[in-house]
């Protein structure tokens, strides 16, 4: 099973290089009155940093995919964020987990907020999984770029130490949940929260590890 999923990521990216030379990837867009659009320049950033640090070929389009939509299959990594109330309803949880469990992987970057809506609504795309945290020594720590202690901690908001939460399908990472670090608030730019350059660059490089990781996970 393990193969079969390998096969189609490289389906995905193959049939992507066919037609436009280039990977596309895209914030998804949730009901439940949620702000799914927060972060509006994160990916534009997140995009170019990829694009200069892995050589990875990136659409620089800001997509947005519907979580019900069968369009989501155009995208092997979609974004999830967020402060407030995320629903699902339960065709939409099926077609996330048919994505999913197809070669798809689901970036959750909590925003502050996200967190109790989120982990119940991920219940009903895989009942029988709970998020696990993933530890330090995991290949998403180590791609291009080491960190060590894992989840790097971008903007404080409660004391709580970042941590990286995966849900794990068939030995696969199908979904990694950034929790208490605001990765996404990082990869903005540096005019709307005036982070230093050093934690910005924490935060793109870490982004850059998920994205690597996403596309070459065994």
């Not at 992507?16 to 950033?45: M, R």
């Not at 339960?90 to 959750?108: M, P």
């Not at 795309?125 to 530890?135: L, R």
């Amino acid at each position: 099973m393990k193969k079969y999923q390998s096969l189609l990521i490289l389906f995905f990216l193959t049939i992507l290089s066919a037609f436009s030379q280039e990977v596309k990837i895209a914030k998804l867009k949730y009901n439940g009155g949620g702000d799914w659009y927060a972060n509006k320049t994160a990916l534009p950033n997140l995009i170019e940093f990829c694009q200069a640090e892995l050589n990875l070929p990136m659409s620089n389009k800001d997509y947005v995919v519907e979580v019900g939509s069968k369009e989501i299959y155009q995208y092997p990594y979609i974004y999830m964020t967020g402060h407030g109330n995320v629903v699902l309803s339960d065709d939409e949880a099926q077609n996330l987990r048919n994505y999913l469990i197809a070669g798809g992987f689901l970036h959750i970057d909590d925003n502050y907020g996200l967190d109790q809506f989120i982990r119940l609504e991920m219940k009903k795309v895989f009942p029988e999984s709970d998020f696990v945290e993933i530890p330090y020594d995991h290949p998403i720590y180590h791609q291009k770029f080491k960190f060590e202690d894992g989840l790097p901690k971008i903007h404080e908001h409660d004391g709580k130490p970042a941590q990286g939460f995966g849900i794990i399908y068939e030995g696969r990472v199908v979904c990694y949940y950034s929790y208490e670090s605001d990765l996404g608030n990082g990869w903005e730019d540096q005019s709307i929260h005036k982070d230093p350059e050093e934690v910005r660059l924490k935060a793109l490089k870490m982004g850059a590890n998920i994205i690597s990781f996403a596309f070459t996970q065994d």
